[in-house]
């Protein structure tokens, strides 16, 4: 894997877009289960008499959401570090 060549805006674009694209699926996943885990507590919140349990699962739920795009970031940010050094990968 070579270092990146950013010395045009075409070159930096084709970089840029070439990022978006490390670890999309986990990224999509996550902001959908950040999403759904809003949602329960909103749900929960909005009850008259909410339940503890849903209020706990959504508190879960929103968590794990968070930790799955944690890991997106992380995943991104070392093919990035990767990339730059130019370093040979089994990638």
């Known amino acids: 894997m ?3 060549n950013l010395d045009t805006p075409e070159a930096r674009d084709a970089y840029r877009a070439e ?4 670890a999309r699926g986990p990224r999509m996943i996550g902001f959908i289960v950040v999403i759904a885990g809003a949602g329960l507590l909103i749900t929960a919140k909005s009850a008259e008499a909410p339940a503890p349990w849903l209020l706990n699962l959504g508190w879960i739920v929103l968590g794990a959401g968070w930790l799955i795009l944690l890991y997106a970031m992380i995943q991104r940010t070392l093919y990035h570090r990767r990339r730059m050094r130019g370093a ?3 990638d």
């Open 88 to 90: 040979d990968t089994q």
């Open 19 to 22: 990022l978006r694209g490390i």
């Open 2 to 4: 070579n270092a990146p």
